[in-house]
């Protein structure tokens, strides 16, 4: 798995029972809100530190999925792809990466043909069966609850910068 780690560039995230347990919450005047999970925040931006671009392909569309790609700086947002592949094969038009360079998690059923293309795909613990029979690897946690972490945490293993890491932490303290 390794070798297929190290050559990843960018990281594409489903949102709703990845980035989220899937739950949508709406208030009483219908705004709809989100938990996020603020390690898998903070994965995200250790993988943009490590050059690793990471982007979002999510089949709803929500004021909150943007602000949060602001927050932790992510450009490539695609709402309402309710036809993921054509999301995707823009993404890759617009980065100039092949399907070699890019891994994928996402948990339901309209995920799949994009985690059939890339090469390192990746499910939650609660993703749907269909889901992980695909993936490459499946999460010990489950979406919004620090799979992504679990992800990013396994790339930057992958390209040999884990002890990097550590020791960035170890010289805040």
């Known amino acids: 798995m390794n070798d297929i780690l190290k050559n990843i560039e960018l990281l594409l995230l489903d949102v709703d029972g990845v980035m989220?347990?899937?739950?949508?919450?709406y208030d009483a005047s219908g705004v709809e809100t989100k938990r996020f999970n603020v390690r898998d925040?903070?994965?995200i931006k250790m993988l943009q530190r490590y050059g690793i671009q990471v982007g979002i392909i999510t089949g709803r569309t929500s004021i909150v999925v943007d602000l949060r790609a602001r927050e932790l700086g992510i450009e490539l947002v695609y709402q309402g792809a309710l036809k993921k592949l054509e999301s995707y094969e823009d993404v890759k038009a617009r980065t100039?990466?092949?399907?070699?360079?890019?891994?994928?998690?996402?948990?339901d059923i309209i995920d799949v043909p994009v985690m059939r293309?890339?090469?390192?795909?990746?499910?939650?613990?609660?993703?749907?069966?269909?889901?992980?029979?695909?993936?490459?690897?499946?999460a010990s946690r489950c979406g919004g609850r620090g799979a992504v972490r679990e992800v990013c945490d396994l790339i930057l293993k992958g390209?040999?910068?884990w002890d990097e890491v550590v020791a960035r932490y170890e010289l805040l303290s």
Do not use: C, N
């Open 159 to 161: 390209r040999g910068v």
């Open 117 to 138: 293309r890339v090469a390192f795909a990746a499910s939650p613990q609660d993703g749907l069966d269909e889901v992980r029979a695909v993936a490459h690897y499946v």
């Open 20 to 25: 989220t347990d899937g739950g949508i919450i």
């Open 96 to 107: 100039g990466l092949d399907d070699t360079r890019i891994a994928y998690m996402g948990d």
């Open 41 to 43: 925040g903070h994965g």
